[in-house]
């Protein structure tokens, strides 16, 4: 069984071009499709009402943000394998079997991630490393892809997208999970750290998963069709601050120990720093 889990923040007809595919394309498993919708404005929960009356619709009477919103449909999937999936995504083929064959060929695998294909055809960079202070400063200050190893261990610029792998942390976009990962990191039906309320919730979970022994793997041969950020880009300068406070909180809460405590103060000030310059001014960020 598996469990498809959407959240949507008004992008009403990207999310009806997402169910629209799944419906082209349905896994060969018997499925479910759950979706979140944080209380759009552009009548996106009228939609999937009328449009898509067999998914399972959860409408909020407020945006909850993406993590409370992916643990609310977590805690309605019945799933073994539960795919995370963002509305501004399109299956063109039959992606979805590909990626359940090859988690279930890798029974040490927790999760997949699969190739991601922008509208100019390309493959899109979607898979990184996990935050540590030496792969932020050489993504920064642009070492990493002079010199490699540590010091691109964040950005993972010769990562090949050609060929399957480890994957780290591949982009919250796809993420199919397996549910005996999830319970090995937590709690299955709430799995997302709601303190990081819009980024660094999958990368959280998945560090949290690799913790408990579960491995991320990537398969190019699944892909799919990524628009790119359509949420977020509507509040711009609120997704710049949320980001950079929600890797602060991730390396508080993961990092924060023995020397790297002293230092966190110093990092976090940086990282506040490039916030306040590619914002060009302060927010507060994302408030549910």
Partial sequence: MLSILVVNWNTRDLLRACLSSIERHPPSEEFEVVVVDNASSDGSADMVRSEFPN???VASDKN???ARGNNLAFERATGDHLLTLNPDTEFVDDSIDKAIAFLDAHPKAGCVGIRQV???GNTQNSVRGFPTVLGILGDVTGLGKRLGGAWDSYRLSRFDYE???PAPQPMGTFLLFRREALAAAGDPSSPFDERFPIFFNEVDLLYRMKQAGWECLYAPDAR???YGGESTKQVRKSMIWESHRSLV???QKHHGTGLMRVGLPFLAAAIYS???FRARGFDAGFRP
């Fill in 249 to 251: 909180r991730y390396l």
């Fill in 224 to 226: 799919i069709l990524h």
């Fill in 64 to 66: 909850t943000g993406y």
């Fill in 118 to 120: 922008g509208l100019d």
């Fill in 55 to 57: 998914a399972i619709l």
């Fill in 163 to 165: 060929n399957s792998g």
């Fill in 274 to 276: 490039a916030a306040f």
